[in-house]
């Protein structure tokens, strides 16, 4: 058999493995982003077991006060109902007050806007705020409501300025200086650089993602066959680590400039010693930075993200990527959330990525949905559809993935979480490949585990239990069936 076709065997399998096995960085990306966002987001429980007072009635202090139709009732009642969270009782006040001749449109116009944001109708809730701001406009209350409404529309500038004014006012009561000293550093906060960065060591049971053993090739267009031995399976200890960053820049209202940079990578120990492989070192990285503009407010979270993506391996540099991201989040009352996200992106290699693939064209949508029973608990999922045009036709695929997992964080001084994903993919070449014999199909499945404890932090960091599974089913079993277990443990520190 000519080396020639050796070696072109040998760059084929390599090439089409990358070709087909680069979703591995894609998941990793996902899931890398989703543990940084939710580490950054922080919610509280609904309390329960509250007095509920019956219609004309409040409770207050433990006890429940009948309000007669009095200005001198009414009046403290309306503010003790908003203090309190008793909305059914303030819808009801709020009624039998405007029917009062002397009623003050100021003290409506913000009730009405604080019922209309805990129904979470904040673009309602800031045109009452606002007109009863306007109404009375050295109203301490409306103006300090004013502004924690904006903070939670997420106008940082805005409510910067409502709580740094609030602050300089001499009439204002030391409560309410220290509440707005409270939200003036949240907002610093709010603004600073988050995210999450780990590091550590562990183990990798097949590195090169090889089927092993040999086999007898016969080719189309050439009387010939030929008996190769295929690469046995390659482990290695492993020094991986990860880094995933954001940062919001209020422009004006809910219109931001957003940075997301991402790295992450593995430094295996051992190499790849065949002959005629086009890949010895298996040691890789990715980065991505994110950098384009985002809508945020109470519900919507919107960010139209053109990237850069440049992935090394081998010690060589193989690709650049530029792409462009739109995506969509929705929060549906205090426990759901949906999205959508649109990506494309082009794929130019290095000469020395050539060695292995050709330039491509990737296209993606996906469906997400989350939901939060408990604070403590994240249950999500969803659908994704990928293109990937080569030049070759035989390269070109399409496939379709569902994805699931659950986040937990249990009670106690330990700070026990886990975090579970697992992913069904479908991937289905163009057309049939002479070189191989078949039109290859593959299904794949990838879990990713990991397990912390917040309770026994190092240095600040939380030691984290990392466990990835692939398992790889080809009709092209000979050469693409796979299973390849990545253990490590980690050290991560969110921020």
């Known amino acids: 058999m000519p080396r020639h076709f050796v070696n072109r065997l040998a760059v084929l399998l390599a090439g089409l493995a990358v070709v087909f096995n680069a979703h ?66 303030l819808e009801e006040f709020i009624s039998r007050y405007r029917l009062m001749r002397d009623h003050r449109p100021a003290l409506i116009a913000m009730a009405e806007g604080l019922l209309a944001r805990h129904r979470g109708d904040y673009p309602l809730a800031l045109q009452h705020m606002q007109s009863a701001h306007e109404a009375a406009l050295q109203d301490g209350r409306i103006y300090l409501e004013l502004a924690r409404l ?27 200086r220290a509440m707005s000293q409270q939200y003036l550093q949240a907002l610093d906060m709010r603004s600073r650089w988050h995210g999450s960065l780990a590091f550590g060591v562990g183990y990798n049971s097949n590195i090169n993602q090889a089927a092993g053993g040999s086999q007898l090739f016969c080719l189309d267009f050439f009387p010939i066959c030929y008996n190769r031995k295929l690469d046995d399976p390659i482990s290695s200890n492993l020094i991986n680590y990860e880094l995933s960053m954001q940062r919001r820049f209020n422009v004006k209202g809910n219109h931001n400039l957003l940075m997301r940079p991402v790295a992450y990578g593995s430094l295996y120990r051992r190499k790849n010693e065949a002959p005629n492989t086009p890949i010895r070192n298996y040691s890789n990285n990715t980065a991505i930075l994110y950098l384009g503009y985002n809508y945020l407010d109470a519900r919507n979270n919107i960010s139209v993200m053109p990237y850069i993506e440049h992935y090394t391996r081998d010690s060589h540099s193989h690709f650049l990527a530029k792409g462009m991201q739109l995506e969509w989040r929705r929060a549906i009352g205090s426990k759901w959330q949906i999205g959508s996200v649109l990506d494309a992106k082009r794929h130019h290699h290095t000469d020395w990525g050539q060695r292995t693939s050709g330039d491509f064209t990737q296209y993606q949508w996906g469906l997400s949905a989350n939901y939060m029973p408990r604070a403590n608990t994240s249950i999500y999922g969803g659908v994704d559809l990928y293109r990937k045009k080569y030049a070759v036709s035989q390269a070109s695929s399409k496939d379709v993935s569902f994805r699931a997992g659950v986040y937990h964080a249990f009670p106690g001084k330990a700070g026990l979480y886990v975090n579970a994903m697992g992913v069904f993919r479908i991937t289905r070449s163009d057309a049939h490949d002479g070189f191989l014999g078949e039109r290859r199909l593959d299904r794949q499945q990838v879990y990713i585990l990991t397990a912390g404890m917040e309770g026994l932090k190092i240095a600040g960091m939380t030691p984290e239990l990392r466990l990835r599974r692939n398992i790889n089913r080809s009709n092209i079993d000979w050469a693409y069936d796979f299973q390849q277990t990545e253990i490590s443990l980690m050290l991560r520190r969110n921020f």
């Open 150 to 176: 904006q903070f939670e529309d997420n106008q940082d500038r805005a409510a910067r300025d409502g709580f740094s004014q609030a602050m300089a006012r001499k009439d204002m009561p030391q409560q309410a």
């Open 24 to 89: 591995a960085d894609d998941d990793d990306t996902r899931f890398l982003l989703e543990q940084s966002r939710r580490a950054a987001e922080r919610r509280t429980a609904t309390p329960e077991g509250e007095l509920i007072a019956p219609p004309g009635f409040l409770v207050h202090q433990g006890k429940v006060l009948e309000v007669h139709t009095q200005p001198d009732q009414l009046e403290p009642a309306i503010q003790i109902a908003i203090d309190t969270g008793q909305w059914d009782r």
